[in-house]
């Protein structure tokens, strides 16, 4: 059964560096998502993207935040200055349509900004 | 706040009882989803129920959508120690965004 995939699973950085997480969508999916969830909060949302562009972005996804799909296959989240709060889990998600169906979430990567 | 509120935050129950737990929205909703989480890991998807549906079942999974109270519940029967985790209710709004609860954390007893 065809899964998104998440790298690197932990990513241990520290403050003020930049930080690429990588997500490779299931392979005909149209939209994407990056969400996080601080430990033990509830999942927030980030950022949807559709058609090489952003769809909807919350006021977490500031500045410092960008999203891009390179080359069809990988889906990427760059935090430009990491901060100690933006320690957290870090989850792509996929679904093919949007509106009406469960969307496909990785297995997350853990990113420790030190 | 908009977000989802699951009620219990957290549940501990005897291996084969069944569980029950809770979510309330504020907003309009296309669909509800419910979500697993084991500690530590990535959201399953567990169940769908749209709009215009009052009641689903998968397996050993049933939920129900009142839209009028706008609530939710998912009921997991005959529970397992398998099924420890966090369960998150996730209303799609009408911009087709998931709003998240901060989760029931179910524990089972063996």
Redesign the interface.
């Known amino acids: 059964e065809p899964e998104v995939t998440q790298t690197p699973s932990h990513q241990v950085t520290q403050m003020g560096q930049e930080v690429i997480l990588r997500c490779v969508p299931i392979s005909n999916h149209l939209y994407f998502y990056w ?1 996080r969830q601080i430990l033990g ?5 980030l950022v ?1 993207f559709y058609n090489n562009e952003i769809s ?1 972005k919350s006021e977490i996804f500031d500045d410092q935040f960008s999203v891009e799909r390179p080359d069809g296959s990988n889906f990427t989240l760059k935090i430009r200055s990491t901060k100690l709060e933006d320690s957290a ?1 870090y ?1 792509c ?1 996929s679904n093919p349509l ?11 990567t ?1 990113l420790t900004v030190t | 706040s908009q977000q989802g509120e699951e009620d219990p935050q957290a549940l501990s129950i005897q291996e084969g009882e069944n569980a029950t737990m809770n979510c309330s929205y504020k907003t309009s909703i296309n669909n509800l989803q419910w979500y697993r989480q084991n500690s530590g890991r990535g959201l399953v998807h567990l169940i769908l129920i749209r709009s215009n549906e009052r009641e689903k079942h998968s397996g050993r999974l049933r939920v129900t959508l009142d839209t009028s109270k706008k609530s939710s519940s998912l009921l997991i029967t005959a529970s397992r120690a398998a099924d420890t985790a966090s369960y998150f209710c996730a209303p799609m709004d009408s911009n087709y965004q998931l709003i998240w609860g901060a989760g029931t954390k179910l524990i089972i007893k063996p």
């Open positions: 969400y909060q509830k999942v927030e949302f949807s909807e889990m989850f998600a949007a509106g009406v169906y469960e969307q496909y979430f990785g297995p997350g853990r």
